[in-house]
């Protein structure tokens, strides 16, 4: 059973970046389909970025695509998920998730394993 453990958020301006990692415990990074979420208050828990087990070109949400890039480093047994260019709408709580199925999923309820969150603000 892999453990997730997400870090890097904070509080940041608009026009900012930040890099969000997500270190990987008891299983590896490229044995799993990860994905980032995020989840504003009063709203739904969405999927921004997903790279699948089996390979391929990731999948971005469209308000994030060629903003944010995912990433997975299989020798530190890490996801990241670089921000850039971030907007205060991108304010959320973030949330790392690995699902051992080989498709590109984008459902939170298709995920098996979860971090505890990582909060991500930005100011105007």
């Known amino acids: 059973q892999v453990q997730l453990v997400e870090s890097g958020g904070g509080l940041v301006q608009a026009g900012g970046s930040l890099r969000l990692s997500c270190a990987a415990s008891?299983?590896?990074?490229?044995?799993?389909?990860m994905g980032w979420f995020r989840q504003a208050p009063g709203k739904e828990r969405e999927c921004v970025a997903v790279i699948s087990r089996s390979g391929g070109s990731p999948y971005y949400l469209g308000s994030v695509k060629g903003r944010f890039t995912i990433a997975r480093d299989g020798a530190k047994n890490t996801m990241y998920l670089q921000m850039n260019s971030l907007r205060p709408e991108d304010t959320a709580v973030y949330y790392c998730?690995?699902?051992?199925?080989?498709?590109?999923?984008?459902?939170?309820?298709?995920?098996?394993?979860w971090g505890q969150g990582t909060q991500v603000t930005v100011s105007s």
């Open positions: 998730a690995a699902d051992s199925g080989w498709g590109t999923f984008f459902s939170p309820g298709e995920y098996d394993y």
């Open positions: 008891g299983g590896t990074v490229s044995s799993y389909t």
